[in-house]
T-cell receptor, first 112, second 110 residues
Framework: SQTIHQWPATLVQPVGSPLSLECTVE??????LYWYRQAAGRGLQLLFY??????ISSEVPQNLSASRPQDRQFILSSKKLLLSDSGFYLC???????????FGSGTRLTVV | GNSVTQMEGPVTLSEEAFLTINCTYT??????LFWYVQYPGEGLQLLLK?????DKGSNKGFEATYRKETTSFHLEKGSVQVSDSAVYFC?????????FGTGTSLTVIP
């Protein structure tokens, strides 16, 4: 069966520090991969999605970036965090669109 | 383009009350429709889905029917429980992306 792993679960980082969040999927190949952010009390904002290795589409210009170095690995990064980067970050994967997304358990990021 | 409009919350109900959360969509083609649930501090979980018009998705007592004529996918449950307290998201699939509503927070009080 397919599983998705996202870590860390919580993270507290100072303003200006770098960020690296990792997401891996097991049990499937060539998944579509997604990074979403959920600010407190708000809906989901699509940040990046990828349909293959090295293929990244950015939905919102900001100081975050994403990379897909391997088929089932998706990394969200920042060189310098801002206070406004605080939020709940969710990784997700999908195969065929009819099957829906499967989400990771999320990372709670607090920038202080 | 594709979009989902979801009933604003928060919604507060007493235990055993009837629940409806409205969701309407705009889409090109024939999307699949989904409801996701997010319990406090957790990621999103797929609650139910429907892949074509007139399909009814159901799970854990929740139901939603894909209505093409009204472009709607309203979520219903006949008798809510305290454990149903969560945020509910309506979504549709289009191409390589999913489009989510803004979420509706539900609180069920004993």
């Amino acid at each position: 069966s397919q599983t998705i792993h996202q870590w860390p679960a919580t993270l507290v980082q100072p303003v200006g520090s770098p960020l690296s969040l990792e997401c891996t999927v097991e049990g499937t190949s060539n998944p579509n991969l997604y990074w979403y952010r959920q600010a407190a009390g708000r809906g989901l904002q699509l940040l990046f999605y990828s349909v293959g290795i090295g293929q990244i589409s950015s939905e919102v210009p900001q100081n975050l970036s994403a990379s897909r170095p391997q088929d089932r690995q998706f990394i969200l990064s920042s060189k310098k965090l801002l206070l406004s980067d605080s939020g709940f970050y969710l990784c997700a994967w999908s195969g065929f669109s009819n099957y829906g997304y499967t989400f990771g358990s999320g990372t709670r990021l607090t920038v202080v | 383009g594709n979009s989902v409009t979801q009933m604003e919350g928060p919604v507060t109900l007493s235990e055993e009350a009837f629940l409806t959360i409205n969701c309407t969509y705009t889409a090109t083609g024939y999307p699949s429709l989904f409801w996701y649930v997010q319990y406090p501090g957790e990621g999103l979980q797929l609650l139910l889905k429907a892949t074509k018009a007139d399909d009814k998705g159901s799970n854990k007592g929740f139901e939603a029917t894909y209505r093409k004529e009204t472009t709607s996918f309203h979520l219903e449950k006949g008798s809510v429980q305290v454990s149903d307290s969560a945020v509910y998201f309506c979504a549709l699939s289009g191409g390589n992306q999913f489009y989510f509503g803004t979420g509706t927070s539900l609180t069920v009080i004993p």
